[in-house]
């Protein structure tokens, strides 16, 4: 199975900072990733596929980029509705999930 | 906008069969290019995907748990179910169904809120 890693596990910050999470993969995973967020007593909701491609709806302050095995995810302007946990997904070979960045309110 | 909801039971003893259902409204489950996943949250393991199906009938699963499980679909009710056979305390986790974005079958832009599923004696 290739295993996700994603940092940091907590992250506080304050409303309008720069935000990164990062993720490795234990192999390649070409751009074949995806990452959500998840509030509590919810599902994940997509933010971002293909590395970089921005699911519909998903204010333009979230981007993500990398390949191979490093990924990130920013958020440009931290906003008070991001406060939530963050997870990366692969789906270079079926899927799997990193262990999650929960962004609290420092 | 589609809407995904689970129903099943919240507690299950050890040993027995979890069965779970997933109803799907605002779209139909037979929709071209749409596969209707399984995905479990364990509090301390995190994401996990179990299975998915397709309208067609056609089915994955992981290959952890293949052994234990069974997806179907019901086009006629727009429902797609889950059974976990032979379930331990290591099952116990949110369960959530699930659909895929059309460019691939493995990321999700569609889920339900989840349900809390306990094994216990």
């Known amino acids: 199975d290739i295993q996700m890693t994603q940092s940091p596990s907590t992250l506080s910050a304050s409303v309008g900072d720069r935000v990164t999470i990062t993720c490795r993969a234990s192999e390649s995973v070409s751009r074949w990733m995806a990452w959500y967020q998840q509030k509590p007593g919810k599902g994940p909701k997509l933010l971002i596929y293909d590395a970089s491609n921005l699911e519909n709806g998903v204010p333009s302050r979230f981007s993500g980029s990398g390949s191979g095995t490093e990924f990130t995810l920013t958020i440009s302007s931290l906003q008070p509705d991001d406060f939530a946990t963050y997870y990366c997904?692969?789906?270079?070979?079926?899927?799997?999930f990193g262990g999650g960045t929960k962004v609290e309110i420092k | 906008q589609v809407q995904l909801q689970e129903s099943g039971p919240g507690l299950v003893k050890p040993s027995q069969t979890l069965s779970l259902t997933c109803t799907v409204s605002?779209?139909?489950?037979?929709?071209?290019?749409?596969?209707w996943s399984w995905i479990r949250q364990h509090p301390e393991k995190g994401l996990e995907w179990i299975a998915y199906?397709?309208?067609?009938?056609?089915?994955d699963y992981s290959p952890s748990l293949k052994s234990r499980v069974t997806i179907s679909i019901d086009t006629s009710k727009n429902q797609f179910s889950l059974r976990l056979r032979s379930v331990t305390a290591a099952d116990t986790a949110i369960y959530y169904c699930?659909?895929?974005?059309?460019?691939?079958?493995?990321?999700?832009?569609?889920w339900g809120q989840g349900i809390p599923v306990t094994v216990s004696s």
């Open positions: 997904q692969q789906y270079d070979s079926y899927l799997t």
């Open positions: 699930a659909r895929n974005i059309l460019t691939t079958i493995f990321v999700f832009d569609s």
């Open positions: 605002g779209g139909s489950i037979s929709s071209r290019g749409h596969y």
């Open positions: 199906t397709y309208y067609s009938g056609s089915t």
